[in-house]
């Protein structure tokens, strides 16, 4: 192929030099006309050897063409001769939109990397029009994978050299992928009568490949070659024959197909053990380093030669070849350098005349695009068309008339619609009509909340007792706050599955394995009711719930979000109209184009007049701005659902991993995006595993069954407020003072402000009824009984959790009876934080001393020395490849068992106890709470006789090791109850009465919240380190200790070195490392239920129902005094007496301190909750050990049926089944309102059009015109001047010539 008379001695040809100029400018132009005409194609299959032909036809190793499926765009390589160029030069060209590059190589592994790279559809989806599909080419296909994307855009590679003789180019097309549609499209798109097209047949059979099909397309081609690679494999197959016949028959019969039989044979590869010297390919690559592009040349030509001859002789007696399937490659030579000379001086004049077309059409889009980025600026129109959008559809959502008003565009009024208000029942037989219509898995009665008929009871005694608006049509945000609430009240009446006989007696067994090894009863009984949810028989633990609410939340969001986009085009017309007469230039282009055809056709007919032609121009018009709008306003519905199912999702279903690519990872067990953990509400433990556990917060259990103090109404002494206030009075209270003698008219016992009536006592509104000592149970369809709480009780649950708080009080009070109300609120927040690190510090207590995972965190960190004995070193590396771990003798790992063990057990040097006071001296001042003095006061006054707490009673007591440790945890949850609060200034007052809301103005609620909530984060950081600090005091101590006063364990760490360090010293330095991963844990779970506090509800200032108190149904078991049975007893005159005593009629009262000085510097001074309450704040959160106890080991007595653990046992799990839902209520709905202000606020709404990808088509219109039509207009630029300097070339060549 290297010369016109197809030499295939490798001899250095003799043309002229008028046809190597010839030959330079007919591939220069086809360059730049980006193949329009006459060219050499090859095609074939995918791994069919398509590129190992090109490099034997070319003869040069282009082996940066990638294998199988990976080259995804045409390569366009060509042979240019360069006298000058010494060394091999790479010449290379990418152009894709507005990306253009053009670099030259030296070496082919750095032009590999440039294919590779305009290859890779994930690292640049911007160079495949198929992964673009708002592309006009592509719009209304369907979504391709970047796995099947492919391109028509060609990469070209250029090679210059001395020794090249004869240019050449050929163009390697995309290989035929099974199933995509891609690359026969591009494949056919070279396929061209004028092309020589070269069809390479690899190992598939005609009738699973896609051979034949192109086959048939060649038909057409004047030019075709047909070569059968493997043909050693397919001839003994007996398979070429029948290749033939099929493309026979694909083609027509056309008389001069033949088809060249090669087996190049293995690639050269260092190691290959089937490769076999003088038989297979050679290390080309080394030829051509070491001899010369010459040498590398003549190889090649004579591998193929030999290669043909021995197909020759191997199937002579086959008689497989003929005049029409020949072995070798030289004829196909012979062929291409006929087809590079045949009517050359016609073709290079058809593509400059061709080429001149093109640069007048360039020249004529570069001034309509110069034109156009004139007129453009970035326009404003677009973000505030989409800014107006999202306003409006917040109005909608928060407005009180709007979803019975739905704008009419076409009469310019409003008009009624009530189908979209809604009561509750209907919400829910929607719900179930919907998820039945689109085959949902549940049948009617898993879609309700539990059945129908217990739904309906339970909304009943909602709406007649506690003013639920059940009857009520309404739509919008409040439907969705009904919603929460009705959710909540289905929480409060969960009726619990019975605990079978069995479950309580496995839990009998199991007793002993808990926190440090003690016994804990508690432990078990939280285990057994939440494995009442993980049996596939029941529906779960709050789980379906969540469900439920799920579903009926994403209804009402999409019926609101419906409505409220129909509204758009009638309330935003200012802004549409503003962008279509931005956008309407490029509908004037296209009307101008089709109103000149119009105008060809008034020549013929003269009937047509100017008028009509306008007047249809105008309709043209008038139709694609209503099908613009149409599809403006189909983009934003579409960002609205998929902005209101992300947050639905991120807030139940929690978030998915993602993995650099940004593709969900799937998990290899369970064939299922992996979620992250703890992020969402219905998120469980081991949830990303075959047997996930149950919700994430639902355990450790907060033991708080005890209840908590309502902080509704505080009592204080005004006059002391004001008198020991630094801040003075403020200006309305020097008014009142002045006028009426304001000081003397102060009581000297108050509550925060005369508008508190009475009623905030929280009395019920309706009387004592029958109906209120009855229980709503649960039918399971496997015939397990349940049991729950009375109506009253559940009643009363409910309103605890959901009675808003209305401040007695106006913006403009002054700063004392803020005090109070902050006070409050932060009360509140701190119940929550002590009772959530009460569950927690026990845990993390074990696990700092579980001696299994100490042991996997110090292996993990082991470093093995080498080993000097190569017998020794051998064991250990065998151990290490069976086992993967460390080897098990490691005197450090047996040092960790005797650390856990002196750590978790009692055992101390009497230099090591200390009271906490002593700690506190010892650990320094920085591990003093903060404002110690008020908490040294705030202790003196506990009479530890009857506190009997892990703190109180043996704060005195000498102690060291792990009881520390419970100490000072325990006296972490007295610390965080009892933190004074820094009193309000005028300044932090006037500050938060502004708002960044819609309103500028912030409302009491607000105003409280924000100065709780700065209080409540510094107090909290500040203890937090406090606590740190202290703990890792006593952990220093007893690990030093343990790891000195065992003679064993010392002597065995005594030489062995670690890292260069001693042993000890390594191990020690280790466990402080796990240590510190397992406090900071623990306290990033803390903060994270800190977090989870907001936004704040109100609510949280009624307190809890005390559970462990009081007496939950009629049929009640009372522990008698020796401890060991039970009586039953008629509960209901307690259930009676509780529902007629006011929920919040117990007053707490109110410490003040006094700044110290008188100064500003001073500070306000400070304020606290009294002593009492404190301490009973306190010791609701203690656990009831013994009382659980004795009611664990109790015998199976008054079951509610046979094989069903006794009655006083299902009571006792009953009281933390519902402590779960209660803590289950306080856990949501903070985050379900949260997730509703993502809904309905603007600012999100304004960032979810902006950011979804269902307007990314439309902003092409808007904002991204401008941009656009620069690219464009560069790109025509640059294309431009290339054509330009290619005609010119080509045509000065031609007149030098």
């Known amino acids: 192929m290297w010369t016109k008379d197809s030499k295939l001695d490798g001899v250095k040809p ?18 730049i006309l980006e193949n329009q005409g006459q060219q ?68 082919l592994a750095d032009v590999a990397n440039l294919v590779r790279n305009v290859n890779d559809p994930r690292g640049h989806p911007e160079w495949f029009d198929c992964l673009n599909m708002d592309r006009d080419a592509y719009r209304g296909q369907s979504m391709v994978r970047p796995d099947d994307a492919f391109d028509e855009t060609p990469v070209y590679v250029q090679l210059f050299h001395k020794d090249i003789d004869c240019p050449m180019r050929l163009v390697d097309v995309p290989g035929l992928s099974r199933g995509n549609r891609l690359t026969t499209r591009i494949a056919l798109s070279f396929i061209k009568p004028d092309n020589a097209v070269i069809l390479v047949i690899g190992k598939d059979h005609p009738n699973n490949g896609g051979f034949p099909h192109l086959a048939a397309a060649m038909r057409e081609c004047s030019r075709t070659i047909v070569v059968q690679n493997f043909a050693n494999t397919k001839i003994q197959d007996n398979q070429v024959t029948e290749n033939y016949n099929a493309l026979y028959e694909k083609m027509v019969g056309r008389t001069d197909l033949v088809l060249y039989c090669i087996d190049y044979g293995l690639p050269y590869e260092p190691g290959l053990p089937l490769w076999q010297e003088g038989y297979d390919q050679q290390d080309w690559h080394k030829i051509n380093k070491e001899q010369g592009l010459q040498s590398v040349r003549r190889a090649m030509v004579q591998h193929t030669e030999m290669r043909a001859k ?8 086959s008689q497989v070849f003929s005049n029409v399937i020949v072995p070798g490659i030289d004829l196909v030579r012979k062929k291409l350098n006929e087809f590079q000379f045949h009517d050359i001086d016609g073709h290079i004049s058809r593509l400059q005349e061709e080429l001149k077309r093109q640069i007048a059409k360039r020249k004529a889009e570069l001034e309509r695009a110069q034109i156009r980025v004139k007129q453009l600026q970035f326009p404003p129109e677009w973000d505030s068309m989409l800014a107006s959008f999202a306003g409006t559809v917040r109005k909608y959502l928060d407005a009180t008339h709007a979803a019975t008003e739905l704008y009419d565009p076409s009469t310019g009024s409003t008009k009624e619609d009530d189908s979209i208000l809604w009561t509750s029942d209907e919400e829910a037989k929607r719900v179930a009509k919907n998820a039945l219509d689109s085959n949902d898995k549940h049948d009617e009665e898993g879609l309700s909340w539990f059945t129908g008929e217990v739904d309906r009871k339970v909304v009943s005694l909602l709406t007649e007792y506690c003013g639920f608006e059940s009857e009520l049509r309404i739509a919008c945000i409040r439907s969705w706050q009904r919603l929460v609430d009705e959710f909540t009240g289905m929480l409060s009446f969960a009726p619990m599955p019975c605990v079978p006989a069995s479950l309580h007696d496995m839990a009998k067994m199991r007793v002993g394995t808990g926190q440090s090894g003690q016994l804990n009863f508690t432990e078990e009984t939280v285990k057994v009711v939440v494995s009442l949810g993980e049996d596939p028989k029941h529906r779960g633990l709050v789980r379906p719930l969540v469900e439920q609410l799920e579903r009926r939340m994403r209804l009402l969001v999409e019926r609101d979000y419906r409505s409220a986009v129909a509204s758009l085009e009638g309330r935003c017309q200012e802004v549409l109209k503003a962008f279509f007469e931005l956008v309407g230039q490029e509908d004037v282009e296209e009307l101008s184009d089709a109103g000149t055809e119009d105008h060809d056709k008034t020549k013929i007919n003269p009937w047509v007049t100017p008028r009509e032609l306008n007047h249809k121009k105008s309709s043209k018009a008038e139709a694609r701005q209503k099908e613009m709008t149409r599809s403006i306003l189909s983009g934003v519905l579409k960002a609205l659902l998929n902005h209101a199912d992300v947050v639905i999702s991120t807030t139940l279903q929690g978030t998915i991993e993602m993995d650099s690519n940004g593709e969900a990872v799937i998990d290899t067990v369970t064939q299922r995006p992996r979620v992250n953990e703890r992020s969402g509400i219905m998120v469980r433990v081991d949830e990303n595993t075959t047997s996930p556990g149950p919700l994430h917060w639902m355990l450790p259990f907060k033991f708080n069954n005890s209840g908590q103090l309502t902080l509704r109404k505080l009592l204080f002494n005004e006059r002391k407020l004001l008198r020991d206030s630094s801040q003075g009075l403020g200006w309305h209270a020097k008014i009142k003072r002045k006028r009426q003698g304001f000081l003397k008219s102060i009581a000297n016992a108050s509550n925060c402000c005369d508008k508190q009536e009475d009623d905030d006592a929280g009395r019920p509104e309706l009387g004592w009824s029958r109906k209120l000592i009855e229980e709503i149970g649960l039918h399971m369809e496997d015939g397990t009984p349940t049991i729950n709480c009375s109506n009253a009780v559940n009643l009363r649950i409910y309103r605890l959790c959901t009675e808003d708080y209305e401040v007695p009080m106006s913006p403009n009070a002054p700063p004392h009876l803020y005090d109070v109300e902050v006070l409050k609120l932060l009360k509140a927040l701190q119940f929550e934080i002590a009772a959530s690190w009460a569950s927690m510090w026990r845990g993390m207590l074990q696990e700092l001393t579980d001696k299994d995972k100490v042991r996997e965190f110090v292996q993990s960190c082991l470093v093995t020395e080498e080993m000097q004995d190569y017998a020794v070193k051998l064991d250990g590396l065998i151990d290490r490849q069976t086992s993967g771990r460390i080897a098990e003798r490691d005197p450090t790992l047996e040092a960790v068992d005797a650390v856990c063990g002196w750590l978790s057990g009692s055992r101390a040097l009497p230099m090591d106890m200390l009271t906490t006071e002593e700690e506190v001296k010892r650990a ?37 090791g792990q009881p520390s440790w419970l100490r000072l ?26 708002s960044a809301g819609m309103m500028s103005a912030a409302g009491q609620q607000e105003m409280i919240a924000k100065l709780a909530l700065h209080r409540m984060s510094q107090l909290n950081m500040h203890s937090q380190k406090v606590f740190r600090k202290r703990f890792n005091f006593l952990w220093n101590r007893d690990v030093s200790t343990a790891l000195t006063a065992m003679e064993g364990v010392a002597q065995s760490l005594r030489n062995c070195m670690k890292n260069g360090m001693n042993g000890a010293e390594w191990l020690e330095e280790q466990l402080h490392a796990y240590k510190d991963k397992v406090i900071l844990g623990t306290l990033k779970a803390l903060q994270e239920k800190f977090d989870g506090l907001f936004p704040v509800d109100f609510a949280i200032l009624n307190g809890r129902f005390p559970l462990n108190s009081q007496k939950l149904r009629k049929q009640h078991f009372e522990l008698q005094p020796d401890g060991r049975t039970v009586r039953q007893k008629d509960a209901t005159q307690e259930i009676r007496d509780m529902w007629l005593t006011p929920r919040y009629e117990k007053m707490q009262s109110v410490m003040v301190s006094a700044p110290e000085t008188k100064s500003a510097s001073s500070g306000p001074g400070t304020i606290q909750l009294s002593v009492d309450g404190t301490i009973s704040a306190y010791e609701n959160l203690q656990e009831q050990r013994e009382r659980v106890e004795q009611i664990f080991n109790l015998p199976c007595v008054d079951p509610p049926r046979p094989d069903y653990a006794g009655g006083a046992f299902q009571e006792l799990c009953l009281k933390f089944f519902k402590g779960i839902h209660v803590d289950a209520i306080h856990f949501c709905r903070p985050r379900l309102k949260a997730m509703m202000a993502n809904l309905y606020q603007e600012e999100h709404l304004r960032r979810a059009l902006q950011e979804s990808p269902a307007l990314d088509y439309l902003k092409d219109f808007g904002g991204h015109i401008l941009e656009k039509q620069k690219t464009r207009m560069d790109s025509l630029k640059c294309k431009l001047a290339s054509m330009e300097a290619a005609l010119r070339e080509t045509e000065g060549v031609k007149k030098n010539v």
């Open 14 to 31: 003799n043309l002229e030099p008028e046809q190597l100029s010839k030959l330079q400018d007919r591939n220069k132009l086809l360059d």
């Open 40 to 107: 050499i194609v090859v095609v074939g299959d995918t791994s069919s050897g398509k590129s190992t032909t090109i490099n034997f036809l070319l003869g040069y190793p282009f082996n940066f063409v990638a294998q199988g499926i990976g080259t995804r765009r045409p390569c366009v390589m060509t042979l240019t001769p360069d006298p000058e160029r010494e060394k091999v030069l790479f010449r290379t060209k990418f152009q894709k939109n507005d990306y253009t590059k053009e670099e030259d190589f030296t070496s």
């Open 310 to 317: 021995q197909l020759q002789e191997r199937f002579r007696d």
């Open 924 to 960: 320094g001042e920085e591990a003093k709470w903060p404002d110690h003095q008020a908490f040294i006061d705030v202790l003196s006054q506990v009479d530890a006789k009857k506190v009997k707490t892990a703190f109180m009673a043996n704060k005195n007591t000498k102690l060291a």
């Open 969 to 994: 945890c325990d006296e972490f949850v007295f610390v965080i109850l009892q933190l004074n609060m820094k009193r309000v200034t005028n300044e932090e007052l006037s500050m938060a009465k502004a």
